[in-house]
């Protein structure tokens, strides 16, 4: 059965109109340029909401191909944005409220027949925001972040209770917000610069032999291992040169990874 509605909230440290503006003008920014995040990925080169009343928010594909997502209903800059789902039979209100240090975005996604499809994305998708709202004086104007072309797949018993392992432990990041106690999304993505490291549920019998190893470049190595032998991990070999400085440790399932000291040209 499908829920009658969705609702999610993240503070921005900005004012509502510049926080209306972001959500609405910076949308391609801000929108992660995942595989799972476009109904045709392959396909899209952007995301766009045409402002006002009738406008339409829009996957763009090449030239004048787009997928008409929503059409806009409501539209009061720095207050309210609503919209009228054109792929599903949804709804949707985005009410920017002023609180102390910025603004507070609620989005509420809503059923409007008993019997219709909800795709319920908003209550990750809002997330994105406050991240991009903390980097766009630096990125404003550039290329929106796009991954490589080469990921690194990784498969885990309890992949959410690896993401926050990883994070917490050899400080791998994410583009997205980190699964918390109790959730247990089908694909989580974590980063290391622009690649991306998937990490999925393993449905079959845990390998016996670790055949493969994962190579990341740090900005300070000797911190790096520091904060990774202070946490707990099972350190393989600790910080050894050969052309390169390097250490090799275990994660909390066994897989291998190798921290290297990043050159100083590195992105």
Known sequence: MTEPSATASVE???????????FTGEIDQWWLRNPIDFF????????????GVGGRVLEVYSGDDVLELATITDWQPGTRLGYRSSVDDTETRVDFEPVAGGTRVTVVQSLITDDGQAFYFWPRV???????VG???AALGKPPREIERLSIALYYD???????????????????TLPAEGEHPMWIEL???????????RTGPRPTAVDHNVWVYVDD?????ARAQAAGAKILSEIHSHGYRCYEAEDLEGHQWTFAQARPTMA
């Not at 921005?12 to 972001?22: G, I, L, R």
Request: proline share 6%; net charge negative; glycine share 2%.
């Open 12 to 22: 921005v440290a900005v004012d509502p109109a510049t926080a209306f503006e972001v």
């Open 191 to 201: 980063h290391v610069g622009s690649v991306a490291v998937l990490l999925f549920e």
């Open 135 to 137: 980097r766009r004086a």
């Open 158 to 176: 309890d992949p959410a209770a690896a993401a926050r392992w990883l994070h917490e432990v050899f400080a791998i990041n994410s583009w997205d």
């Open 126 to 132: 809002i997330r994105w925001l406050p991240d991009w």
């Open 40 to 51: 045709d990925s392959g396909r899209a080169t952007a995301m766009r909401i045409e402002p």
């Open 221 to 225: 190595l000797d911190a790096h291992f």
